[in-house]
């Protein structure tokens, strides 16, 4: 290596005439501290991104088209749930009785519609005469069928099973395609036997006292 001259040295390594090596090499250390404390600041620190006219406009109608879907798809769920609330509303109450009710506010204004008088030509009282069955009529049978077939058709009954089941806690039947075979794990009829030993041991002592009195 060559020889440096001292005015090569000094020029290098100083800013001025007057500074030393060792301050400038304490000056750039400093430096270098504090870049590395704003790098290590700036890590961590929220990300923040310009807002720009277009960028708000964007948003805007961004937000705008949500809250549209928003209130459309509320205004879905809640006819959803009123639509469901009546079906229940109706089963509650049992759809047999609220067509019996049906057909009876139909009778009465068929009958607000006509006269007090009835006469023995009057087809409406003869046709509702006919569809009454007696106990005592040896076809009153062969009405019932007929009439429950006529019902099936048009759907206002739905078949059910003719034959024995196990029994259950609600008493619901099971659908008259069932071959007879419980495929249950058998908590039914462990709940009929523990009701019928409650109620069997209810009587007795019931009977039990009895006699002792």
Request: hydrophobic residues 20%.
């Amino acid at each position: 290596m060559g020889t440096v001259s001292r005015a090569e040295y000094l020029k290098k390594y100083t800013t001025n005439s007057s500074e030393k090596p060792e301050t400038k090499k304490s000056t750039n250390l400093l430096e270098c501290q504090e870049n590395s404390q704003s790098y290590e600041q700036g890590r961590d620190a929220e990300t923040r991104k310009r807002v720009t006219g277009f960028n708000r406009g964007r948003k805007g109608k961004r937000e705008e088209e949500n809250s549209e879907e928003k209130k459309a798809r509320e205004a879905r769920e809640a006819a959803k749930q009123a639509e469901m609330e009546k079906k229940y509303s109706l089963w509650n109450k049992g759809l047999t009785q609220i067509k019996e009710r049906e057909e009876e506010l139909e009778e009465m204004q068929q009958v607000l519609g006509e006269g007090f008088t009835r006469h023995k030509d009057d087809e409406a009282l003869n046709e509702h005469l006919k569809k009454q069955l007696h106990s005592e009529d040896p076809m009153a049978e062969y009405f019932r069928v007929k009439n429950h077939k006529i019902q099936m058709r048009t759907g206002i009954v739905y078949p059910t099973y003719k034959g024995q089941c196990p029994p259950n806690r609600y008493e619901i039947k099971p659908g008259y395609r069932w071959d007879g075979v419980d495929r249950s794990n058998g908590f039914e009829s462990k709940m009929s036997l523990e009701k019928n030993k409650k109620i069997a041991h209810k009587e007795l002592t019931y009977r039990s006292i009895a006699e002792c009195e």
